[in-house]
């Protein structure tokens, strides 16, 4: 093996372990739903390529509603779907579009795009 | 976890319900308060409503600007709730949801427009910006001609008509990929992104600086070609899919577009033509022959037929008269009528069934799990493998050629892995289906039922009401007395019966109108309870009843009468005895009657092997008659209402799979037990509610309709998941290089690019194909 090859190979799994820690293990935001006066949680999520925030922590047995900012006519995002709350909405571009919910049970319950690559998470405390 | 308790939006209608604690109905009531400048002012508000009579509790939202107001319906209403508001000073706004889904619907057509062609324009772009950057990279095939030519001119060249392909034409996978990556998301973008990225990349270099390769012994080769034919292939892709993903909403769209634009609504003596919204509660509605019933309502007066097909999948028109309930987005086919509106809005059947289909197209079928694991790290192990690829040529191949096939097979690689196939392959199918079962009067309340109903075995059906019509029905009508007129007798009878309330005197009364006998008025009627009934009429004594009326009255039976009674009740009929005068008359057999499509539906159902067995409160004779009218061979008779649930589980215990087919309140525990709950249409909504699928129309061929659907959606489904697995599975290693050792095959990276670009565009053809449902099996 020569240096140039030993060069690729190691620049290789550098990048594996770069790309494996980037997507998988590195920290995510997480962000608490806004609690107003009359009990309502309220979440402001920008959906640009993604979702930010991307971990929205709520309480259980109070109505949710998110407010999802889509400010991109990128196809891959045009579609949210919820499935636990039985919910599939379009996303008009740079519009914002407000899913209300009630969470009864805790748990995490995830919110994809339509093909299921851009990913966010409800968690109900 | 239970979906039905956590699917709970906020409720924006009032919505009665039984509390839990005792027998006090109570509802909610979500307002939109006008003018509120503060956080005092909602304390204001919700101080007002709560003091107003009949408000449990009232929570006012300053933010949001709206009120949920917890009341008990008999004490208050939605308009006392609306005075309390504007006792404080303030208002609420009148809600018009429809218009603004409707609004909303338009603006998401209108963008999706929008993007079909610029889409459209981009491709063209690329595609004719390909077709000249292909033959000039092909140059080198003819040793003459590239002789001739000046490579690295050519080159630039080569840039110069690759820049817009990927600036103009593929610039949004780009943006797309940044904004994802930002996120630590990756999707298709990213991968195409990379792919075409590093191509580009390497052939700017060589373009630009080719020197520094040619020292290093390596050929500044360039691959424009390849970038310009992925991105154009890709767009290619993407314009099939998205003409194919249209069209597997397209059934819940047809649905939408059904409801009628404008109501002609009856006010004092004047008729107005007023838009939907507009059209209140009470509102009194003529429909003329033609025209579409605007909204749900009961009919006044007037006789009609209209056509519910679009509702409940009947195809033969319904007879509607004063006391019916119409429907709206109806047709009335022949007669005028009027009609009350009793529902409007989102509370119409109609309203319900479009959410019922977006609910049940929202959620998330069991199949789609392993989809879903698999897509939740596709893109960031694809980018990986490509990189371990890249490696693996660099260090294995050839040193002249490493690069080059190092790079080559990197891209191949990116280009060729699909995430997309994976993705569509469940949700477009349940998609297209709930849209189709709802076209045929079949409502599939989520991906899990749909699911469920193909691993069915054994159907379950509750005898009263779904195999039987579930009213009684005079089936028998015997004068005894020679002489008599029947006719004129069943007129005498019919005038006694139509002021009796027992169910069994409206089977008489429908059955004399049957024969199209006018009425005749009845006198001194009287109910003898627990017997039957007496009136006087045309100034004869009419006495009808049971047997024991008969005796407590002193009639005789004849000896003809008797033996002809006994013979009705071995049918398991009840047997209903008619004297006039004191004298015996007549005799009616009064059975609850088979459904006509009902012993078709079952041999249907056996036909597709599934074990059809029965249930009825009935005596065992009378079961037995009706199963073996119907062709059942196993049957539970004498169940109680509170046994059914118990049924279920005892063939469950057995180890099958059971749906369950009911229509009564009484059913609800069985159809919440069962594998599958089937609920008949005109069943209540608590069936509906327990169960998760409901047949529109009552007819037992819906259970049909509804097993076969699921079958076929889960047969596209697995080929779906099949194709984008095995293509992926395959595809990837093939990309990589893996066949060339043995076989010295290599993919370019082009056809890669043609293979993504179909595998999507194939798992919604493939999808789509249950568009024809229905077609095929009539």
């Known amino acids: 093996m020569d240096t140039v090859e030993l060069f690729v190979t190691a620049a290789g799994a550098l990048l594996i372990g770069l790309v494996l820690w980037y997507f998988f293990f590195s920290e995510r935001e997480v962000v608490s739903a806004v609690s107003s006066l009359g009990g309502l949680q309220q979440a402001d999520i920008t959906v640009k390529g993604g979702y930010s925030p991307d971990v929205i922590e709520v309480e259980r047995g109070r109505p949710v509603q998110l407010h999802f900012h889509r400010t991109e006519d990128a196809s891959c995002s045009e579609e949210l779907l919820l499935p636990d709350f039985h919910i599939r909405r379009e996303l008009p571009a740079f519009q914002t579009t407000t899913i209300e919910l009630l969470p009864q049970q805790p748990g995490t319950f995830e919110f994809t795009c339509g093909m299921h690559m851009l990913r966010g998470k409800l968690v109900v405390k | ?778």
């Open chain 2, 1 to 778: 976890m239970n979906q039905q308790d956590i699917a709970t939006g906020i409720p924006t209608e009032p919505k009665p319900e039984q509390a839990s604690d005792g027998p006090e109905r109570k509802a909610t009531a979500t307002l939109e308060i006008e003018g509120m400048s503060c956080a005092a002012c909602a304390a204001a508000v919700q101080r007002s409503l709560t003091k107003a009579p009949g408000v449990r509790k009232a929570l006012v939202n300053y933010a949001t600007e709206k009120a949920t107001v917890e009341y008990a319906p008999d004490l208050a209403t939605p308009a006392t709730l609306k005075a309390a508001v504007e006792k404080a000073g303030y208002g609420v706004a009148e809600r018009q949801p429809d218009t603004s889904a409707a609004d909303r619907q338009a603006e998401i057509d209108r963008q999706k427009a929008a993007a079909y062609q610029s889409l459209k324009r981009r491709l063209w772009v690329a595609a004719g910006l390909t077709a000249v950057i292909m033959p000039l990279s092909m140059i080198m095939l003819w040793p003459a001609l590239s002789a001739r030519v000046n490579v690295q001119w050519l080159n630039y060249l080569l840039l110069l008509l690759t820049g817009p392909v990927l600036l103009y034409s593929g610039r949004e996978f780009y943006t797309s990929a940044w904004n994802a990556f930002r996120h630590r998301a990756a999707n298709m973008d990213t991968l195409i992104a990379v792919g075409t990225g590093a191509a580009f990349l390497y052939s700017l270099a060589a373009t630009v600086v080719p020197h520094f390769f040619m020292q290093r012994g390596l050929m500044p080769e360039v691959y424009y070609d390849t970038t310009a034919t992925i991105i154009a292939l890709i767009l290619v892709g993407k314009v099939l899919e998205m003409r194919a993903k249209t069209q597997t909403s397209a059934a819940i769209r047809s649905l939408m577009g059904l409801q009628a634009q404008t109501a002609r609504v009856i006010r004092g003596d004047q008729e107005f033509d007023v838009p939907l919204e507009q059209v209140q509660l009470d509102d009194v509605v003529l429909v003329r022959p033609g025209e579409k019933v605007a909204t749900d309502g009961l009919v006044l007066d007037g006789h009609s037929a209209v056509d519910e097909a679009m509702l409940t999948g009947e195809s033969l028109p319904v007879e509607k008269q004063a006391g019916d309930n119409v429907f709206g987005a109806t047709i009335n086919k022949t007669g005028a009528f009027r009609f009350r509106v009793t529902k409007v809005g989102a509370d119409t059947l109609l309203a319900q069934i479009v959410k019922l289909v977006e609910d049940a197209q929202g959620s998330r079928a069991p199949i789609q799990r392993l989809a879903d694991q698999v897509s939740a790290i596709f893109v960031p192990t694809v980018v990986c493998i490509a990189i371990l690829t890249f490696v693996l040529w660099f260090d294995l191949a050839p040193e002249s050629s490493r690069f080059t096939l190092a790079l080559v097979n990197f891209v191949a690689v990116l280009i060729i892995a699909c995430p997309c196939a994976l993705g569509l392959a469940t949700p477009t199918a349940i998609m297209v289906s709930t849209g189709k079962g709802a076209e045929q009067g079949v409502l599939i309340r989520n991906a899990e039922a749909l699911e469920k109903a193909h691993e069915v075995n054994t159907v379950l059906l509750d005898k009263t009401g779904t195999i039987t019509r579930g009213e009684p029905s005079v089936t028998d009508y015997v004068p005894v007395q020679p002489a008599a007129d029947g006719q004129q007798l069943l007129r005498r009878i019919a005038a006694v019966e139509r002021l009796s309330e027992h169910p069994l005197a409206a089977a008489v009364v429908r059955f004399a109108e049957e024969q199209g006998l006018a009425a005749l008025p009845a006198t001194g009627f009287r109910a003898i309870e627990g017997k039957g009934a007496t009136a006087s009429v045309a100034n004869d004594t009419v006495l009808i009843g049971n047997q024991r009326l008969l005796t407590d009255e002193g009639v005789a039976l004849t000896e003809t009468a008797a033996s002809r009674a006994a013979e009705l009740r071995q049918q398991a009929k009840t047997v209903l005895f008619v004297a006039l005068n004191g004298q015996i008359a007549a005799m009616l057999g009064v059975a609850d009657t088979l459904r006509d499509t009902s012993a078709a539906a079952i041999g249907q159902l056996q036909r597709m092997g599934l074990e059809v067995v029965m249930m009825t409160g009935d005596n065992a004779q009378t079961a037995a008659k009706v199963a073996e009218q119907v062709g059942i061979k196993r049957f539970f008779a004498e169940v109680l209402p509170h046994d059914k649930a118990n049924k279920v589980k005892e063939l469950q215990a057995e180890g099958r799979v059971v749906a369950m087919v009911g229509d009564g309140i009484n059913d609800a525990p069985a159809l919440a037990q069962a594998d599958i709950g089937l609920a008949m249409g005109a069943g209540t909504d608590i069936a509906m509610q327990a169960a998760g699928i409901t047949l529109m129309r009552s007819d037992l061929h819906g259970v049909v309709t509804a097993i076969d659907l699921s079958r076929q959606t889960i047969r596209t489904i697995r080929q779906n998941l099949f194709f984008a697995f095995v293509y992926n599975t395959l595809g990837i290693p093939v990309a990589a290089g893996l066949l060339y050792p043995v076989f010295g095959v290599l993919l370019s990276p082009m056809l890669a690019a043609g293979a993504m670009a179909l595998s999507s565009v194939s798992v919604l053809t493939n999808s789509l194909r249950l568009r024809t449902f229905g077609k095929q099996n009539r």
